[in-house]
């Protein structure tokens, strides 16, 4: 008999009279998440997903592809036994002995779908948690605040398991809309990303490209970083905008402490552009308050002013420590350090001005062609699927 997998989702059950959109969403975004793996079969009922791989040995990396799927809660992997109280007392004990030794307090919870089962599920309950308190001295039974939970589930077949694993949680893919990632190479965008993403809104990402300035190193790693991101939302469309020209006019036209910010304006621009051609509804950035000097309050209302989109930042009252521990756990962070240059750095400016004039910036712009600018900065976009 093969393990079964159990996939519990959360906050969509809220959603009343859209639940079962949700529902379906999830689980359509389940089977895309799992569709180079082994043949299985999908249901499910009672807020639960049921998978069930034909082959046995698929079940650890369909865990591990689960675990970047957004909207589930907990993932378990549930033993099969055969539907006799002694082997699932075996089967437990064969299988969670690590879990069950090192706790103090547990409960059992029982249910019981197949009714001709001859017990019923307190009777379970009762019986397997007095087995597993004589097997395993240093537990005894909680059944407010248990530290570990055992589950012993009679269907057309035994199965037990424990709470364990926790998913990625927040809302299925594509429930909330889309919106446009300006993504760079550097920490703070993926997890921008990710941090939206996981909130159901599905995402583009947009790449300013200042070729040969930055390399093709540079676009590679962008587009590894949007690979991990599309690990967690499905699919990802790469946006790469030539931008070199714009630079070298922005540099040879405006005065020094403006570089950045007519720089940033641009970049908006052109995002919001694209992003509407695109269906999406909001531009995504990795910006955090006074990080750097593009990224002061009058620096952000300045950038602010070019677009009439929303821009989320949801990294704004964040500490680089804060950012970081989240790329180490959506595993970007190891890939965000390599050390290619991106456009922003190619073109600073050794006295960026913090306290920045909307009028003056503006002026500074205007000096340049700015419909033709993006006009051609748009044509000239690339798409990458990764
Ligand atoms: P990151 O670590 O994400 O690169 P940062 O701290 O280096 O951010 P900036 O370089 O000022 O900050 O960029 C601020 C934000 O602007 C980034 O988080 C990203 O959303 C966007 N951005 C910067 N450079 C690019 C680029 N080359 N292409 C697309 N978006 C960019
Ligand atoms: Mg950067």
Redesign the pocket.
Known sequence: MNRIVLVRYGEIILKGMNRPVFESLLVKNIKKALKDECPMSIHWAQATIYIEPEDDSCVESIVEKLKRVFGIVSIVVAYPAAKDIDELEQTLADNFSAELSAASTFKVIAKRSDKTFHMTSPQICEEIGGRLLERFPNLSVDVHSPEVNVYVEIRETGYVHLDRISGAGGMPSGSNGKAM??????????V?GYMIGKRGVQLEA????SYPYTSDRAKDKVLKLGKIIAGYTGSLKVHIVP?TDIQLQIRDKCPEEHLTLVM?RF?MQISQRIAEKRGCSAL????SIG??A??TMGALAVTDDAVTMPVFRPLIGMDKEEIVEISRKIDTYET?ILPYE????VFTPRHPSTKPKLAKVLLSQNQLDIERLIDEAVEGTEIVEV
Not at 183 to 189: A, E, F, T
Not at 284 to 287: A, L, N, Q
């Open positions: 990632l300006l993504l760079s190479g550097g920490i703070d965008s993926p921008a947009i790449h300013f490209f931008f940033r970049m995504i950035t990795g910006e990080q750097v593009s990224q965000s991106d456009c922003c750095t």
